[in-house]
């Protein structure tokens, strides 16, 4: 007899199915003691097969990648109270065996060894490191600093207050560099130093440093290889993650600026200079590149300037297996205006993609949130949809409810990309594991 036990399909977020072996002896005469194929039984031995399902863990690990710039010095008042009501809108069932790793991480990569266009800028910013603390001044989160470079819970701990100190990391202030990199610092955040993927500078055509990764370095434990990868940008700015870092130096350079003190806009600088910045299919690519052959284990969510109008209008319902979704037509939303960089009267500046009032003073036009064309950003949410991963759009001028004048920020979108991350799949997990129990036969 010769027969293998059945292997069933693979799914993000297995539950092992044990297979019993029973052996009995037939007495055969004459029977040869070779197995009839290379690993499976002896003659006269037969297979008798049970299945046990055992549930391990489903595993999250959160990312949050939040603009720590001057810009948003009026958006970190509110962010962390946003971001804690968005974590805690989720459905986490307290029934499923949940295994979460998050962290926040800074936009900040610094400029290199020198003078800058902008401030806040140091050589290195945050290099891809995840915060173990606030960077404001929150006092709700005062002595909420810890060893380790990420948060984690598991299946019986305390998540609500777990929660609440990843809003407080989420805090990071407001006097990181002006030419903010979300995409270049999730990326070195997240990649192993042994991938070949480097985070190298250079300037005038000269190589200034190629640094690996901080995944496995001074991020090490956080991404797991089966986990569900969410990652959730947070700016006000598009990226101007650089190949080139003398876009960012203050002197005689190949880009001219525009500039103007004492208030430069260094995003309208970063616009002049598209051709500086590194192409979005490196983010793309590098992303995919953290789930190999396994993109639906991917969610990408960006909350950036995007006018919430242009959003809703280009947007629409979709039901996949009785699950109705919202999507968003990424081409037709880019082809708006309101998504492409324009210049103000001062040439300076660029005109926003879209404002939201001041929840304190809302009346006050001149004491709102502009946000600016996150044209990148949506970009690389565009490529790793095509490729297969979940993404999920949102902008930062939403308010929670503008008729009732409560302007405080809402992240809806966020708890709406990792509702599914979280939520068991239907039907309950479908990976099968073979593994042989052996019974004596005079059981």
Known sequence: MACRPPVGPRSAFPAIVATSL?????????????????????????????????????????LLVVDDSASMAGQQTTLRAAVLHALQAVEWSEDDALSLHLGVVR????????????????????????????????????????????????????????????????????????????????????TP???????????????????????????????????????????????????????????????????????????????????????????????LALRPNSPELLTVVVVAGISPDLLEANSFEESTNGVVSLRTDHAALLAES??????????????????????????????????YPARRLVQVVQGLEERGANVQLGSICSPVDAEAADYTLNLRSVTAALSPAIAPDEGGPGFELPRPMLRDSSD
């Open 107 to 190: 936009s900040d990569l610094g400029v290199g060894e020198v003078a800058s266009l902008s401030g806040g800028c140091t050589s290195w910013g945050a290099d891809g490191r995840m915060q173990r603390a606030q960077f404001g001044d929150d006092p709700a989160c005062d002595g909420f600093a810890d060893a380790q470079p990420f948060l984690s819970s598991e299946r019986g701990d305390n998540l609500a207050l777990i929660l609440e100190r990843l809003a407080c990391r989420a805090n990071t202030g407001a006097d990181g560099c002006g030419f903010e990199q979300p995409l270049e610092a999730a990326l070195k955040a997240l």
């Open 338 to 371: 309101g998504m492409s960089a324009q210049p103000s009267d001062d040439p300076a500046f660029l005109l926003p993609a879209c404002t939201r009032p001041d929840p304190a003073d809302p009346l006050n036009a001149a004491a709102g949130f502009p946000a």
């Open 22 to 62: 029973v052996l009995a002896s037939f007495g055969l005469v004459g029977c040869s003691d070779s197995p009839p194929f290379e690993g499976g039984p002896a003659c006269g031995v037969s297979i008798v097969t049970h299945t046990v399902s055992i549930s391990l863990p489903r595993m999250v690990d959160l």
């Open 193 to 287: 130093s042994t991938s070949d993927l480097r985070f190298r500078r250079e300037r005038n055509g000269a190589i200034e440093s190629d640094s690996p990764g901080q995944g496995d370095r001074g991020n090490a434990g956080f991404l797991r290889p089966a986990s569900e990868l969410v990652i959730v940008f947070l700016t006000d700015e598009d990226d101007c993650s650089a190949a080139d870092y003398d876009l960012y130096a203050d002197g005689d350079t190949d880009y001219p600026t525009v500039l103007t003190e004492p208030v430069p806009d260094p995003n309208a600088h970063c616009v002049a200079h598209a051709n500086a910045q590194k192409p979005v299919e490196r983010y793309v690519d590098g992303f």
